[in-house]
Nanobody, 117 residues
């Protein structure tokens, strides 16, 4: 079983940047993808982006394309979400997840990102 721990959330002004980390432990991730999702207050959880663990290919939701970048460090078993040009509407709890068979299978506990206007 894989365990995921996110970190790096916090309060930032609009236009600022944050980098979230997701550290994985417990099992090799080479056959999976890792995804980032977010859930704003009163809204459903939504997809942000994903990265394949083996090749590093990425895919993003339109709402974050060009502003957010996902990367991974295979030696550290860690995935990152670099968020630039943040907007108040990016305020949410951000979760990482292991994606297998095209759906999230394991979730982290989440980290709160608050963007002030």
């Amino acid at each position: 079983q894989v365990q995921l721990v996110e970190s790096g959330g916090g309060l930032v002004q609009a236009g600022g940047s944050l980098r979230l980390s997701c550290a994985a432990s417990g099992r090799t991730l080479s056959t999976y993808s890792m995804g980032w999702f977010r859930q704003a207050p009163g809204k459903e959880r939504e997809f942000v982006g994903r990265i394949t663990w083996r090749g590093g290919s990425t895919y993003y939701a339109d709402s974050v394309k060009g502003r957010f970048t996902i990367s991974r460090d295979t030696a550290k078993n860690t995935v990152y979400l670099q968020m630039n040009s943040l907007k108040p509407e990016d305020t949410a709890v951000y979760y990482c997840a292991v994606i297998a068979n095209s759906s999230p299978q394991v979730w982290g506990q989440g980290t709160l990102v608050t963007v002030s206007s």
